[in-house]
Protein backbone atom coordinates (compact mmCIF):
# COMPACT_ATOMS: atom_id res chain seq x y z
CA UNK A 1 0.00 0.00 0.00
CA UNK A 2 2.80 2.24 1.52
CA UNK A 3 4.73 1.42 -1.95
CA UNK A 4 1.48 2.18 -4.17
CA UNK A 5 0.84 5.58 -2.30
CA UNK A 6 4.61 6.50 -2.83
CA UNK A 7 4.42 5.67 -7.07
CA UNK A 8 1.47 8.03 -7.32
CA UNK A 9 3.05 10.67 -5.01
CA UNK A 10 6.61 10.71 -7.19
CA UNK A 11 4.50 10.52 -10.68
CA UNK A 12 2.93 14.26 -9.42
CA UNK A 13 6.34 15.49 -8.45
CA UNK A 14 7.49 14.38 -12.07
CA UNK A 15 5.03 15.77 -13.78
CA UNK A 16 3.85 12.82 -15.74
CA UNK A 17 1.13 13.28 -18.38
CA UNK A 18 -2.39 12.32 -16.80
CA UNK A 19 -6.28 11.33 -17.35
CA UNK A 20 -7.92 13.40 -14.75
CA UNK A 21 -11.46 12.74 -16.27
CA UNK A 22 -11.39 8.41 -15.64
CA UNK A 23 -10.12 6.52 -13.24
CA UNK A 24 -9.77 7.03 -9.34
CA UNK A 25 -10.80 10.71 -8.10
CA UNK A 26 -8.73 10.11 -4.74
CA UNK A 27 -5.69 9.78 -6.94
CA UNK A 28 -6.20 12.35 -9.47
CA UNK A 29 -6.61 14.97 -6.40
CA UNK A 30 -3.31 13.51 -5.41
CA UNK A 31 -1.37 13.96 -8.49
CA UNK A 32 -2.97 17.14 -8.70
CA UNK A 33 -2.73 18.65 -5.51
CA UNK A 34 0.56 17.82 -4.50
CA UNK A 35 2.82 19.80 -6.68
CA UNK A 36 -0.28 22.89 -6.33
CA UNK A 37 0.37 22.72 -2.70
CA UNK A 38 4.18 23.21 -2.88
CA UNK A 39 3.45 25.93 -5.58
CA UNK A 40 1.81 27.45 -3.50
CA UNK A 41 3.82 26.96 0.02
CA UNK A 42 6.65 28.76 -2.07
CA UNK A 43 4.71 31.53 -3.35
CA UNK A 44 3.63 31.96 0.37
CA UNK A 45 7.32 31.49 1.58
CA UNK A 46 8.19 34.42 -0.55
CA UNK A 47 6.57 36.75 1.92
CA UNK A 48 7.80 34.84 5.06
CA UNK A 49 11.20 35.27 4.13
CA UNK A 50 11.07 38.75 3.71
CA UNK A 51 9.04 38.91 6.66
CA UNK A 52 12.19 37.21 8.30
CA UNK A 53 15.02 39.05 7.55
CA UNK A 54 12.97 42.24 7.32
CA UNK A 55 11.97 42.27 10.77
CA UNK A 56 15.50 42.37 12.07
CA UNK A 57 15.98 45.55 10.30
CA UNK A 58 13.16 47.49 12.52
CA UNK A 59 9.73 47.86 13.65
CA UNK A 60 9.29 50.89 10.45
CA UNK A 61 10.47 48.25 7.59
CA UNK A 62 8.28 45.24 8.92
CA UNK A 63 5.30 47.93 9.02
CA UNK A 64 6.50 49.18 5.65
CA UNK A 65 6.64 45.64 4.17
CA UNK A 66 2.73 45.10 6.11
CA UNK A 67 1.39 48.61 4.25
CA UNK A 68 3.00 47.76 0.72
CA UNK A 69 1.80 44.40 0.80
CA UNK A 70 -1.67 45.13 1.85
CA UNK A 71 -1.67 47.57 -1.66
CA UNK A 72 0.39 44.95 -3.39
CA UNK A 73 -2.28 42.74 -3.30
CA UNK A 74 -4.60 44.36 -5.49
CA UNK A 75 -2.01 43.40 -8.33
CA UNK A 76 -1.78 39.55 -6.76
CA UNK A 77 -6.03 39.78 -7.06
CA UNK A 78 -6.03 41.05 -10.45
CA UNK A 79 -3.20 38.47 -11.37
CA UNK A 80 -4.85 35.62 -9.78
CA UNK A 81 -8.60 36.77 -11.37
CA UNK A 82 -7.04 36.87 -14.70
CA UNK A 83 -5.94 34.10 -14.03
CA UNK A 84 -8.61 32.16 -13.86
CA UNK A 85 -10.08 32.66 -17.39
CA UNK A 86 -6.78 30.95 -19.18
CA UNK A 87 -7.54 28.22 -16.05
CA UNK A 88 -11.16 27.14 -16.50
CA UNK A 89 -11.00 27.72 -20.58
CA UNK A 90 -7.62 26.35 -20.81
CA UNK A 91 -9.44 23.02 -18.20
CA UNK A 92 -12.38 23.05 -20.84
CA UNK A 93 -10.11 22.65 -23.75
CA UNK A 94 -8.00 19.99 -22.49
CA UNK A 95 -11.46 18.05 -21.31
CA UNK A 96 -12.77 18.50 -24.67
CA UNK A 97 -9.47 17.21 -26.36
CA UNK A 98 -9.40 20.36 -28.14
CA UNK A 99 -5.36 21.43 -27.32
CA UNK A 100 -5.11 23.98 -30.31
CA UNK A 101 -8.02 26.14 -29.18
CA UNK A 102 -5.93 25.24 -25.60
CA UNK A 103 -2.93 27.13 -27.16
CA UNK A 104 -4.96 30.10 -28.84
CA UNK A 105 -6.38 30.65 -25.05
CA UNK A 106 -2.45 30.93 -23.75
CA UNK A 107 -1.56 33.15 -25.94
CA UNK A 108 -4.31 35.82 -25.70
CA UNK A 109 -4.01 35.88 -22.37
CA UNK A 110 -0.51 36.79 -22.32
CA UNK A 111 -1.60 39.80 -24.21
CA UNK A 112 -4.41 40.59 -21.76
CA UNK A 113 -1.98 40.10 -18.65
CA UNK A 114 0.74 42.75 -20.06
CA UNK A 115 -1.82 45.15 -20.90
CA UNK A 116 -3.23 44.87 -17.22
CA UNK A 117 0.06 44.76 -15.71
CA UNK A 118 1.31 48.09 -17.39
CA UNK A 119 -1.88 49.69 -16.45
CA UNK A 120 -1.39 49.04 -12.92
CA UNK A 121 2.21 49.07 -12.19
CA UNK A 122 3.11 52.72 -14.03
CA UNK A 123 0.70 54.39 -11.30
CA UNK A 124 2.59 52.40 -8.36
CA UNK A 125 5.60 53.19 -9.19
CA UNK A 126 5.02 56.49 -9.79
CA UNK A 127 2.49 57.80 -6.58
CA UNK A 128 4.39 55.10 -4.62
CA UNK A 129 5.24 57.54 -1.16
CA UNK A 130 1.69 58.65 -1.79
CA UNK A 131 0.61 55.07 -1.17
CA UNK A 132 2.47 54.78 1.96
CA UNK A 133 0.35 58.27 3.20
CA UNK A 134 -2.87 56.92 2.02
CA UNK A 135 -2.24 53.83 4.54
CA UNK A 136 -1.34 55.76 7.58
CA UNK A 137 2.46 55.32 7.31
CA UNK A 138 4.58 58.41 8.85
CA UNK A 139 6.47 60.29 7.65
CA UNK A 140 9.48 58.63 8.96
CA UNK A 141 8.55 55.22 7.69
CA UNK A 142 7.82 56.97 3.99
CA UNK A 143 11.15 58.36 3.88
CA UNK A 144 12.75 54.86 4.45
CA UNK A 145 10.74 52.19 2.66
CA UNK A 146 9.31 54.26 -0.53
CA UNK A 147 12.02 52.42 -2.39
CA UNK A 148 10.21 49.01 -1.12
CA UNK A 149 7.21 49.99 -2.66
CA UNK A 150 8.18 51.85 -6.06
CA UNK A 151 10.21 48.38 -6.57
CA UNK A 152 6.90 46.00 -5.95
CA UNK A 153 5.29 48.14 -8.13
CA UNK A 154 7.67 48.47 -11.10
CA UNK A 155 7.57 44.78 -10.74
CA UNK A 156 3.99 44.32 -11.63
CA UNK A 157 4.63 42.51 -14.67
CA UNK A 158 6.75 40.33 -13.43
CA UNK A 159 4.44 39.03 -11.04
CA UNK A 160 1.67 39.20 -13.13
CA UNK A 161 2.82 36.54 -15.73
CA UNK A 162 3.85 34.35 -12.93
CA UNK A 163 0.79 33.89 -11.64
CA UNK A 164 -0.44 34.00 -15.02
CA UNK A 165 1.33 30.91 -16.55
CA UNK A 166 1.03 29.09 -13.83
CA UNK A 167 -2.55 29.36 -14.17
CA UNK A 168 -2.35 28.03 -17.83
CA UNK A 169 -0.06 25.10 -16.60
CA UNK A 170 -2.68 24.27 -13.90
CA UNK A 171 -5.86 24.50 -16.40
CA UNK A 172 -3.66 21.85 -18.56
CA UNK A 173 -3.25 19.54 -15.51
CA UNK A 174 0.84 20.59 -15.24
CA UNK A 175 0.81 21.30 -12.26
CA UNK A 176 4.64 20.31 -11.58
CA UNK A 177 5.90 22.86 -13.60
CA UNK A 178 4.27 25.75 -11.62
CA UNK A 179 5.61 23.98 -8.67
CA UNK A 180 9.43 23.80 -10.29
CA UNK A 181 8.79 27.79 -11.37
CA UNK A 182 8.38 28.71 -7.67
CA UNK A 183 11.01 26.74 -6.16
CA UNK A 184 13.24 28.25 -8.92
CA UNK A 185 12.29 31.73 -7.67
CA UNK A 186 11.70 30.91 -3.81
CA UNK A 187 15.43 29.53 -3.64
CA UNK A 188 16.71 32.52 -5.13
CA UNK A 189 14.80 34.79 -3.39
CA UNK A 190 15.94 32.82 -0.08
CA UNK A 191 19.57 33.13 -1.38
CA UNK A 192 19.78 37.06 -2.45
CA UNK A 193 17.58 37.90 0.13
CA UNK A 194 20.06 38.78 3.36
CA UNK A 195 22.62 39.66 0.72
CA UNK A 196 21.08 42.93 -0.75
CA UNK A 197 19.26 43.56 3.11
CA UNK A 198 22.22 43.59 5.17
CA UNK A 199 25.29 43.89 2.38
CA UNK A 200 26.65 41.12 2.82
CA UNK A 201 30.41 40.75 0.65
CA UNK A 202 30.46 42.74 -2.44
CA UNK A 203 26.29 43.26 -2.58
CA UNK A 204 25.23 46.79 -1.44
CA UNK A 205 23.04 47.29 2.30
CA UNK A 206 19.82 48.27 0.76
CA UNK A 207 17.75 47.65 4.03
CA UNK A 208 14.01 46.86 3.29
CA UNK A 209 14.81 47.61 -0.32
CA UNK A 210 16.92 44.87 -0.95
CA UNK A 211 13.84 42.13 0.02
CA UNK A 212 12.07 43.71 -2.87
CA UNK A 213 14.78 43.51 -4.75
CA UNK A 214 15.66 39.92 -4.25
CA UNK A 215 11.92 39.14 -4.57
CA UNK A 216 11.88 40.62 -8.42
CA UNK A 217 15.15 38.57 -9.58
CA UNK A 218 13.82 35.57 -8.22
CA UNK A 219 10.15 36.01 -10.14
CA UNK A 220 11.50 37.08 -12.97
CA UNK A 221 13.92 33.58 -12.96
CA UNK A 222 10.73 31.71 -12.02
CA UNK A 223 8.55 33.79 -15.35
CA UNK A 224 11.84 32.59 -17.66
CA UNK A 225 11.65 29.26 -16.60
CA UNK A 226 7.73 28.95 -17.69
CA UNK A 227 8.09 30.62 -20.94
CA UNK A 228 11.15 27.68 -21.56
CA UNK A 229 8.67 25.49 -21.24
CA UNK A 230 6.04 26.80 -22.79
CA UNK A 231 8.22 27.51 -26.04
CA UNK A 232 10.09 24.25 -25.66
CA UNK A 233 7.39 22.23 -26.36
CA UNK A 234 7.54 20.44 -22.87
CA UNK A 235 3.76 21.36 -21.79
CA UNK A 236 0.60 19.85 -23.30
CA UNK A 237 -0.50 23.72 -23.47
CA UNK A 238 2.73 24.60 -26.48
CA UNK A 239 3.50 28.32 -27.27
CA UNK A 240 4.53 28.36 -31.00
CA UNK A 241 6.67 31.85 -32.27
CA UNK A 242 4.05 31.99 -34.67
CA UNK A 243 0.23 32.55 -34.99
CA UNK A 244 0.60 35.57 -32.38
CA UNK A 245 -2.23 37.75 -33.94
CA UNK A 246 -4.64 39.07 -32.27
CA UNK A 247 -7.70 37.37 -31.29
CA UNK A 248 -11.04 39.44 -30.53
CA UNK A 249 -13.34 36.87 -29.73
CA UNK A 250 -11.38 34.75 -27.55
CA UNK A 251 -9.96 37.83 -25.96
CA UNK A 252 -13.70 38.55 -25.12
CA UNK A 253 -14.02 35.30 -24.20
CA UNK A 254 -10.98 35.28 -21.58
CA UNK A 255 -12.08 39.22 -20.41
CA UNK A 256 -15.50 37.99 -19.46
CA UNK A 257 -14.08 35.47 -16.89
CA UNK A 258 -11.16 37.28 -15.69
CA UNK A 259 -13.13 40.68 -15.50
CA UNK A 260 -15.23 39.07 -12.64
CA UNK A 261 -12.50 36.61 -11.82
CA UNK A 262 -10.07 39.69 -10.89
CA UNK A 263 -13.00 41.68 -9.22
CA UNK A 264 -14.02 39.08 -6.69
CA UNK A 265 -10.03 38.64 -5.96
CA UNK A 266 -9.99 43.00 -5.68
CA UNK A 267 -13.16 43.30 -3.77
CA UNK A 268 -11.94 40.70 -0.71
CA UNK A 269 -7.94 42.08 -1.24
CA UNK A 270 -9.79 45.78 -0.94
CA UNK A 271 -11.50 44.86 2.66
CA UNK A 272 -7.82 43.81 4.18
CA UNK A 273 -6.64 47.08 2.55
CA UNK A 274 -9.32 49.05 4.61
CA UNK A 275 -8.70 46.40 7.87
CA UNK A 276 -4.79 47.54 7.43
CA UNK A 277 -5.45 51.15 7.53
CA UNK A 278 -8.04 50.40 10.71
CA UNK A 279 -4.58 48.53 12.66
CA UNK A 280 -2.73 51.69 11.42
CA UNK A 281 -4.64 53.58 14.12
CA UNK A 282 -3.07 51.69 17.06
CA UNK A 283 0.92 51.96 15.86
CA UNK A 284 3.34 49.99 13.92
CA UNK A 285 3.90 47.44 16.92
CA UNK A 286 0.05 46.16 16.06
CA UNK A 287 0.62 46.73 12.02
CA UNK A 288 3.76 44.76 12.58
CA UNK A 289 2.53 41.87 14.82
CA UNK A 290 -0.51 41.68 12.82
CA UNK A 291 1.58 41.52 9.53
CA UNK A 292 4.05 38.67 11.20
CA UNK A 293 0.61 36.94 11.96
CA UNK A 294 -0.37 37.18 8.15
CA UNK A 295 2.86 36.08 6.89
CA UNK A 296 2.32 32.99 9.13
CA UNK A 297 -1.15 31.96 8.39
CA UNK A 298 -0.35 32.94 4.63
CA UNK A 299 1.94 29.89 4.43
CA UNK A 300 -0.20 27.23 5.71
CA UNK A 301 -3.27 29.23 3.69
CA UNK A 302 -1.78 29.09 0.34
CA UNK A 303 -0.84 25.17 0.03
CA UNK A 304 -4.87 24.83 1.12
CA UNK A 305 -5.18 27.18 -2.07
CA UNK A 306 -3.53 24.45 -3.86
CA UNK A 307 -5.55 22.27 -2.82
CA UNK A 308 -8.39 24.21 -3.88
CA UNK A 309 -6.73 24.69 -7.25
CA UNK A 310 -6.52 21.00 -7.67
CA UNK A 311 -10.31 21.22 -7.64
CA UNK A 312 -10.87 23.91 -9.97
CA UNK A 313 -8.98 21.73 -12.75
CA UNK A 314 -11.12 18.74 -11.81
CA UNK A 315 -14.22 20.75 -12.40
CA UNK A 316 -13.16 22.11 -15.26
CA UNK A 317 -12.14 19.10 -17.54
CA UNK A 318 -14.78 16.94 -16.21
CA UNK A 319 -17.07 19.65 -17.32
CA UNK A 320 -15.19 19.97 -20.60
CA UNK A 321 -15.78 15.59 -20.57
CA UNK A 322 -19.35 16.32 -19.82
CA UNK A 323 -19.01 14.43 -16.10
CA UNK A 324 -20.63 17.38 -14.05
CA UNK A 325 -21.25 14.71 -11.22
CA UNK A 326 -17.46 13.16 -11.11
CA UNK A 327 -16.75 16.97 -11.10
CA UNK A 328 -18.98 17.47 -7.96
CA UNK A 329 -17.65 14.95 -6.01
CA UNK A 330 -13.76 16.10 -6.93
CA UNK A 331 -15.29 19.29 -4.75
CA UNK A 332 -16.35 17.44 -1.65
CA UNK A 333 -13.63 15.03 -1.27
CA UNK A 334 -11.27 18.05 -1.71
CA UNK A 335 -12.97 20.44 0.40
CA UNK A 336 -13.14 17.83 3.61
CA UNK A 337 -9.46 17.32 3.39
CA UNK A 338 -8.62 20.95 2.87
CA UNK A 339 -10.85 22.03 5.84
CA UNK A 340 -9.13 18.62 8.18
CA UNK A 341 -6.03 19.91 7.04
CA UNK A 342 -6.14 23.73 7.73
CA UNK A 343 -8.03 22.91 11.82
CA UNK A 344 -5.06 20.81 12.22
CA UNK A 345 -2.90 23.93 11.15
CA UNK A 346 -5.24 26.39 13.32
CA UNK A 347 -4.57 24.30 16.72
CA UNK A 348 -0.97 24.14 16.32
CA UNK A 349 -0.60 27.72 16.01
CA UNK A 350 -3.08 28.52 18.99
CA UNK A 351 -0.75 26.13 21.04
CA UNK A 352 2.38 27.77 19.65
CA UNK A 353 1.41 31.20 18.73
CA UNK A 354 3.90 32.24 21.15
CA UNK A 355 7.42 30.47 19.20
CA UNK A 356 6.19 31.14 16.63
CA UNK A 357 5.88 34.92 17.04
CA UNK A 358 8.81 34.95 18.89
CA UNK A 359 10.86 33.28 15.87
CA UNK A 360 10.34 36.82 14.03
CA UNK A 361 10.46 39.44 16.94
CA UNK A 362 11.03 40.12 20.39
CA UNK A 363 10.34 43.28 21.10
CA UNK A 364 7.21 43.02 23.76
CA UNK A 365 4.42 45.02 21.97
CA UNK A 366 4.97 43.23 18.25
CA UNK A 367 4.69 40.08 19.98
CA UNK A 368 1.41 40.53 22.21
CA UNK A 369 -0.05 41.81 18.79
CA UNK A 370 0.97 38.84 17.26
CA UNK A 371 0.25 36.28 19.34
CA UNK A 372 -3.17 37.75 19.99
CA UNK A 373 -3.54 37.72 16.02
CA UNK A 374 -2.56 34.05 15.39
CA UNK A 375 -4.44 32.50 18.09
CA UNK A 376 -7.77 34.05 16.72
CA UNK A 377 -6.97 33.06 13.76
CA UNK A 378 -6.37 29.84 14.61
CA UNK A 379 -9.36 29.04 15.91
CA UNK A 380 -11.92 30.20 12.96
CA UNK A 381 -9.32 28.63 10.95
CA UNK A 382 -11.47 25.60 9.72
CA UNK A 383 -13.82 28.02 8.02
CA UNK A 384 -11.13 28.88 5.59
CA UNK A 385 -11.21 25.46 3.76
CA UNK A 386 -14.39 25.11 3.03
CA UNK A 387 -14.55 28.65 1.55
CA UNK A 388 -11.83 28.61 -0.52
CA UNK A 389 -12.26 24.98 -2.18
CA UNK A 390 -15.97 26.18 -3.04
CA UNK A 391 -14.84 29.39 -4.49
CA UNK A 392 -12.43 27.98 -7.28
CA UNK A 393 -14.89 25.12 -7.87
CA UNK A 394 -17.30 28.31 -9.11
CA UNK A 395 -14.16 29.37 -11.34
CA UNK A 396 -13.27 26.16 -12.68
CA UNK A 397 -16.32 25.92 -13.90
CA UNK A 398 -15.88 29.49 -15.36
CA UNK A 399 -18.79 30.59 -12.95
CA UNK A 400 -16.69 33.69 -11.50
CA UNK A 401 -19.53 36.15 -11.04
CA UNK A 402 -20.64 34.01 -8.16
CA UNK A 403 -18.17 34.22 -5.61
CA UNK A 404 -17.34 37.41 -6.94
CA UNK A 405 -21.27 38.34 -5.25
CA UNK A 406 -20.56 36.20 -2.23
CA UNK A 407 -16.90 38.48 -1.61
CA UNK A 408 -18.99 41.78 -2.19
CA UNK A 409 -21.80 41.06 0.36
CA UNK A 410 -18.85 38.94 2.84
CA UNK A 411 -15.75 41.31 2.83
CA UNK A 412 -17.51 44.50 1.64
CA UNK A 413 -20.92 45.05 3.25
CA UNK A 414 -20.16 42.82 6.60
CA UNK A 415 -16.34 42.46 7.45
CA UNK A 416 -15.36 46.49 6.92
CA UNK A 417 -18.16 47.84 8.95
CA UNK A 418 -17.97 45.17 11.29
CA UNK A 419 -14.08 45.16 11.91
CA UNK A 420 -14.68 49.11 12.52
CA UNK A 421 -17.23 48.80 14.85
CA UNK A 422 -15.72 45.65 16.87
CA UNK A 423 -11.92 48.06 16.97
CA UNK A 424 -12.98 51.28 17.32
CA UNK A 425 -16.59 51.33 18.49
CA UNK A 426 -16.01 48.65 21.03
CA UNK A 427 -12.59 49.58 21.33
CA UNK A 428 -11.38 45.96 21.09
CA UNK A 429 -8.41 47.21 19.03
CA UNK A 430 -6.98 44.80 16.87
CA UNK A 431 -8.56 42.28 18.47
CA UNK A 432 -11.51 43.34 16.73
CA UNK A 433 -10.45 43.51 13.43
CA UNK A 434 -9.05 39.71 14.17
CA UNK A 435 -12.54 38.36 14.66
CA UNK A 436 -13.90 40.42 11.97
CA UNK A 437 -12.08 38.37 9.90
CA UNK A 438 -12.88 34.80 11.42
CA UNK A 439 -16.75 35.15 11.38
CA UNK A 440 -16.55 36.17 8.03
CA UNK A 441 -14.89 33.52 6.98
CA UNK A 442 -17.65 31.31 8.88
CA UNK A 443 -20.13 33.03 6.53
CA UNK A 444 -18.63 33.20 3.46
CA UNK A 445 -18.07 29.33 3.67
CA UNK A 446 -22.10 28.57 4.88
CA UNK A 447 -22.89 30.90 1.87
CA UNK A 448 -20.73 29.55 -0.75
CA UNK A 449 -21.71 25.70 0.24
CA UNK A 450 -25.74 26.79 0.19
CA UNK A 451 -25.16 28.14 -3.63
CA UNK A 452 -23.02 25.09 -4.47
CA UNK A 453 -25.68 22.85 -3.65
CA UNK A 454 -27.99 24.39 -6.22
CA UNK A 455 -25.70 23.23 -8.99
CA UNK A 456 -26.00 25.56 -11.65
CA UNK A 457 -22.20 26.16 -12.04
CA UNK A 458 -22.61 23.01 -13.83
CA UNK A 459 -24.73 24.89 -17.09
CA UNK A 460 -22.20 27.52 -17.07
CA UNK A 461 -20.67 28.01 -20.98
CA UNK A 462 -17.30 29.62 -21.26
Known sequence: MLKKIWKVIAASLRGEEQEYTSGSINKAIILLSIPM???????????????????????????????????????????????????AMIARFVGEKDENSASRAAKQAIYLALFVALA???????????????????????????????????????????????????????AAHAMRALWIANLINIALDPLFIFGVGPFPELGVQGAAVATTIGRSVGVAYQLFILFGGRSRVRLLFNDWALDGSMIRRLGRIAATGAGQYIIGSASWIFLMRIIARF????????????????????????????AATLVGQNLGAKQPERAETSVWRSAHFTAGLLAAFGILYVIFSEQLILAFDSNPAVLESGIMSLRIFGIGYLFFGYGMIFSQAFNGAGDTRTPTLVNLVCFWLFEIPFGYFLAVQLDWGLAGVCWAVVITEALMSIMCLILFKRGRWKLVEV
Do not use: K
Open 37 to 87: ILEMAMESLFALVDAFFVAQVSADAMATVGLTESVITLVYAVAIGISTAPT
Open 120 to 174: LGIPGFLFADDILRMMGGSEALIASGVGYTRIMFGSNVVIMLLFLLNGIFRGAGD
Open 283 to 310: GSEAVAGYTISIRLIIFTLLPAWGLSNA
